[in-house]
């Protein structure tokens, strides 16, 4: 893109994932229901296609709080400034 002067910088550099390739899932073990793994193929599908995310809302942060709220997706912006561990996280973050 660079070469072809076709590539636009972005303020929070590129979240290439699914619909790149660049991101799935390894290593389901083999005892995985047929039915479970059909839901997990559709999933993959939709976030490859843009029409769901891991980060859609609601999303809670550890503390029981609301990072995202219900019906919106976590930006950019705020997953490079993420300063928290969600819902169901063991563990604590460094302190800063």
């Known amino acids: 893109k660079i070469a072809d002067g076709q590539w636009e910088p972005s303020e929070w550099g590129a979240f290439v994932g699914m619909e790149a390739g660049v991101v799935e ?7 995985i229901p047929q039915s479970v793994m059909d839901k997990i193929a559709a999933a993959q599908k939709a976030m490859a296609a843009g029409e769901m995310s891991p980060f859609d ?40």
Do not use: F, N
């Open 25 to 31: 899932l390894a290593g389901l073990h083999k005892d």
């Open 57 to 96: 809302g609601p999303v809670y942060k550890q503390d029981g709080s609301v990072a995202v709220p219900e019906g919106e997706r976590i930006s950019d912006g705020a997953l490079w400034e993420m300063d928290y561990l969600v819902k169901g996280a063991i563990g604590t973050l460094p302190s800063q």
